[in-house]
Nanobody, 110 residues
Framework: QVQLVESGGGLVQAGGSLRLSCVVSTSTFSLNAIAWYRQAPGKQREFVAV??????TNYADSVKGRFTISRSNANTVYLQMNSLKPEDTAVYYCKLQDYWGRGTQVTVSS
């Protein structure tokens, strides 16, 4: 069974930074793309970033140049978030195939 556990969320002022982590418990970690999504209150869940099994990345326009996705050899995917804005406030989820984590809350104050 695949499990994904996010961490690293919190409260930060606008302009600040946070690094989210997603630990994935599957032996097929290295064979899969991993993505980050987010869901703000009252809004649909939206794509943030994805990293392929070979390290290719893609980002939503709203976070390009501010967020960086990366992966380690220890079954962990990171989302480095810089220059945070109040509109980045959301619950952030990681996803592998059809599996989702429970999310971590990010709140950016103005």
């Amino acid at each position: 069974q695949v499990q994904l556990v996010e961490s690293g969320g919190g409260l930060v002022q606008a302009g600040g930074s946070l690094r989210l982590s997603c630990v994935v418990s599957t032996s097929t970690f290295s064979l899969n793309a991993i993505a980050w999504y987010r869901q703000a209150p009252g809004k649909q869940r939206e794509f943030v970033a994805v990293i392929s099994r070979i390290g290719n990345t893609n980002y939503a326009d709203s976070v390009k140049g501010r967020f960086t996705i990366s992966r380690s050899n220890a079954n962990t995917v990171y989302l480095q978030m810089n220059s945070l804005k109040p509109e980045d406030t959301a619950v952030y989820y990681c996803k592998l195939q059809d599996y989702w984590g429970r999310g971590t809350q990010v709140t950016v104050s103005s």
